[in-house]
C-alpha cells in the first residue's frame, strides 16, 4: 500500500500490535463499514481507526478476537472520535457487546454549532480542504477482496476526524458549548442495539399498510414475512428481494395466479420465475385465514380535546423558535418538539421539575429553562413573545 501512514490489518498479531500501539493514545478516531444496502442482516465488515499519526483498515473477517477493541473503546483515557456514532455504536453492540466511553462526537458538534452542512464531506471541505470521493458510498463492504480505492475511501472516514474534532471543539469552547456537546456524548456512551421502541410489526411500517383492512392486511403481513425469512435466509437487502410499493400492491390485488402477480408493477418475470409459487402461496394463506385470526390495527382511545394542553404547546414552540433564532441553532436540535409535548403536558413549575425530566438536557435547563417555565405558565389567551434578555453563548 503505498501510504505509509495507512496500514491493512488481516491478521490477529497484527491486530493485537496495532491496539496495543493505539491504547497509549490520548485520542483515536473509529468508524465501521457494513453492508445493509447488500445484505440482510447487520454486521461489522470493516473497522478503521486513526490516532493523529497513522491510520488502520482491520478486516473483522479475517481478525477472529476483537476483543482488544472492545476494550480500546471502553479505556477512559482514550477519547474516542466518531461521526454520527449512533449505528456504529448499536452495531458493534449488537455484534460483539462492545460499548464506549469518552466520546466525541463531530456531528453532534456540528449540530450544536448550526453547521449549515453536518454530514462529514461538508465539514471536511469547509474546515480542512478535503474532498471526500464518494464512489463507494453503497459500496458491498462484504465482498472480497477490496480494492485498494475502496480501502482508502474507508481510510478518509477517519484519517482527517482528529484535525476536525480539533476545530469543533474549539469552536465549541468558544462559543460556551462544549459542556452541551460533553452531555450529548455522555448520552451516547448508553446506546445499544436494542429493539424498535413501539414495537410495532414490520409490516405495518410499509407505508400505506394502516389502510388496508381484513384480507388485504393479512395479504401484507403474510408477504412481508415471506419477503422477510427470504432475505434472512439468503442474507441479502429486504428490498433486494421485493420492494415495498411491490408488497403493497399485492396486497390490495390478491393475485391468484402467476399471470396476475405478474402484471404488478414492481414484480417483475424473474421474481415471479424464481419466487412466484412462494408469494401465491404467501397470498392463499391470508385468504384462507378464519374470520377471527385476520389482523386488525389497535388503536388507542382518543384523547379528548385539552385547550389548556394546546395553549401550552403553542406558547412552548412560539417560546422555542424565538429561542432558537437568538442562539442560532435549529429549533429541533435547541429543544425537539417531543419534549416540548413532555414539558406541556407535565407543566413543571421549577427549573427543579424541568430538570427532573425524561428527555431534558440539563444544558437546555441552565441556559432557558425559565423561558421554557415562563412559556408554559402564560395564561391561555396570551400570545407568545418577550423572551428573557439573556447574553447569548
Not at 30 to 40: I, Q
Not at 260 to 275: D, F, K, Y
Given at each position: 500500500?503505498?501510504?505509509?501512514?495507512?496500514?491493512?490489518?488481516?491478521?490477529?498479531?497484527?491486530?493485537?500490535?496495532?491496539?496495543?500501539?493505539?491504547?497509549?493514545?490520548?485520542?483515536?478516531?473509529?468508524?465501521?463499514?457494513?453492508?445493509?444496502?447488500?445484505?440482510?442482516?447487520?454486521?461489522?465488515?470493516?473497522?478503521?481507526?486513526?490516532?493523529?499519526?497513522?491510520?488502520?483498515?482491520?478486516?473483522p473477517?479475517?481478525?477472529?478476537?476483537?476483543?482488544?477493541?472492545?476494550?480500546?473503546l471502553?479505556?477512559?483515557?482514550?477519547?474516542?472520535?466518531?461521526?454520527?456514532?449512533?449505528?456504529?455504536?448499536?452495531?458493534?453492540d449488537?455484534q460483539?457487546?462492545?460499548?464506549?466511553?469518552?466520546l466525541?462526537?463531530?456531528?453532534?458538534?456540528?449540530?450544536?454549532?448550526?453547521?449549515?452542512?453536518?454530514?462529514?464531506?461538508?465539514?471536511?471541505?469547509?474546515?480542512?480542504?478535503?474532498?471526500?470521493?464518494?464512489?463507494?458510498?453503497?459500496?458491498?463492504?462484504?465482498?472480497?477482496?477490496?480494492?485498494?480505492?475502496?480501502?482508502?475511501?474507508?481510510?478518509?472516514?477517519?484519517?482527517?476526524?482528529?484535525?476536525?474534532?480539533?476545530i469543533?471543539?474549539?469552536?465549541?469552547?468558544?462559543?460556551?458549548?462544549?459542556?452541551?456537546?460533553?452531555?450529548?456524548?455522555?448520552?451516547?456512551?448508553?446506546?445499544?442495539?436494542?429493539?424498535?421502541?413501539?414495537?410495532?410489526?414490520?409490516?405495518?411500517?410499509?407505508?400505506?399498510a394502516?389502510?388496508?383492512?381484513?384480507?388485504?392486511?393479512?395479504?401484507?403481513?403474510?408477504?412481508?414475512?415471506?419477503?422477510?425469512?427470504?432475505?434472512?435466509?439468503?442474507?441479502?437487502?429486504?428490498?433486494?428481494?421485493?420492494?415495498t410499493?411491490?408488497?403493497?400492491?399485492?396486497?390490495?390485488?390478491?393475485?391468484?395466479?402467476?399471470?396476475?402477480?405478474?402484471?404488478?408493477?414492481?414484480?417483475?418475470?424473474?421474481?415471479?420465475?424464481?419466487?412466484?409459487?412462494?408469494?401465491?402461496?404467501?397470498?392463499?394463506?391470508?385468504?384462507?385465514?378464519?374470520?377471527?385470526?385476520?389482523?386488525?390495527?389497535?388503536?388507542?382511545?382518543?384523547?379528548?380535546?385539552?385547550?389548556a394542553?394546546?395553549?401550552?404547546?403553542?406558547?412552548?414552540?412560539?417560546?422555542?423558535n424565538?429561542?432558537?433564532?437568538?442562539?442560532d441553532?435549529?429549533?429541533?436540535?435547541?429543544?425537539?418538539?417531543?419534549?416540548?409535548?413532555?414539558?406541556?403536558?407535565?407543566?413543571?413549575?421549577?427549573?427543579?421539575?424541568?430538570?427532573?425530566?425524561?428527555?431534558?438536557?440539563?444544558?437546555?435547563?441552565?441556559?432557558?429553562?425559565?423561558?421554557?417555565?415562563?412559556?408554559?405558565?402564560?395564561?391561555?389567551?396570551?400570545?407568545?413573545?418577550?423572551?428573557?434578555?439573556?447574553?447569548?453563548?
Open positions: 500500500m503505498s501510504d505509509p501512514q495507512l496500514s491493512r490489518i488481516d491478521t490477529q498479531a497484527g491486530f493485537e500490535t496495532l491496539l496495543e500501539e493505539l491504547g497509549r493514545e490520548p485520542l483515536v478516531a473509529v468508524d465501521t463499514e457494513a453492508a445493509s444496502f447488500h445484505r440482510y442482516h447487520d454486521r461489522v465488515y470493516l473497522v478503521q481507526l486513526s490516532s493523529r499519526a497513522r491510520t488502520a483498515i482491520i478486516d473477517l479475517a481478525v477472529a478476537d476483537l476483543g482488544a477493541l472492545g476494550r480500546l471502553a479505556d477512559p483515557d482514550v477519547e474516542i472520535v466518531f461521526h454520527d456514532a449512533d449505528y456504529d455504536l448499536r452495531l458493534l449488537q460483539f457487546g462492545f460499548r464506549a466511553k469518552r466525541f462526537d463531530t456531528r453532534v458538534a456540528a449540530q450544536l454549532l448550526n453547521e449549515p452542512g453536518i454530514g462529514l464531506a461538508a465539514l471536511l471541505e469547509k474546515y480542512l480542504d478535503v474532498r471526500l470521493d464518494k464512489r463507494f458510498q453503497r459500496a458491498d463492504w462484504s465482498t472480497r477482496p477490496l480494492s485498494a480505492d475502496m480501502v482508502r475511501y474507508a481510510a478518509d472516514d477517519t484519517r482527517h476526524l482528529p484535525a476536525l474534532r480539533d469543533l471543539r474549539a469552536r465549541l469552547a468558544e462559543h460556551g458549548r462544549l459542556s452541551w456537546a460533553e452531555e450529548e456524548f455522555g448520552l451516547l456512551e448508553q446506546v445499544s442495539w436494542g429493539a424498535a421502541e413501539d414495537g410495532e410489526p414490520g409490516y405495518l411500517r410499509v407505508k400505506g394502516k389502510a388496508l383492512r381484513g384480507r388485504h392486511l393479512a395479504a401484507l403481513r403474510e408477504v412481508y414475512q415471506w419477503r422477510e425469512e427470504t432475505a434472512a435466509r439468503s442474507d441479502r437487502a429486504a428490498f433486494r428481494i421485493m420492494n410499493e411491490a408488497l403493497l400492491e399485492i396486497a390490495k390485488t390478491l393475485p391468484s395466479d402467476v399471470a396476475t402477480l405478474r402484471a404488478i408493477r414492481g414484480v417483475g418475470a424473474e421474481l415471479v420465475e424464481r419466487r412466484g409459487r412462494e408469494i401465491l402461496d404467501a397470498v392463499s394463506r391470508a385468504l384462507q385465514l378464519p374470520e377471527r385470526e385476520l389482523p386488525r390495527i389497535e388503536r388507542g382511545p382518543r384523547r379528548a380535546p385539552d385547550p394542553l394546546e395553549a401550552r404547546l403553542d406558547h412552548l414552540k412560539a417560546r422555542r424565538e429561542l432558537a433564532i437568538r442562539f441553532l435549529a429549533p429541533g436540535v435547541l429543544c425537539p418538539n417531543g419534549t416540548l409535548e413532555a414539558i406541556a403536558r407535565a407543566h413543571p413549575c421549577s427549573l427543579d421539575e424541568l430538570r427532573g425530566m425524561p428527555g431534558v438536557r440539563r444544558w437546555q435547563a441552565e441556559a432557558f429553562g425559565q423561558d421554557l417555565l415562563d412559556a408554559v405558565a402564560a395564561p391561555e389567551g396570551e400570545t407568545s413573545g418577550g423572551v428573557r434578555q439573556e447574553k447569548l453563548l
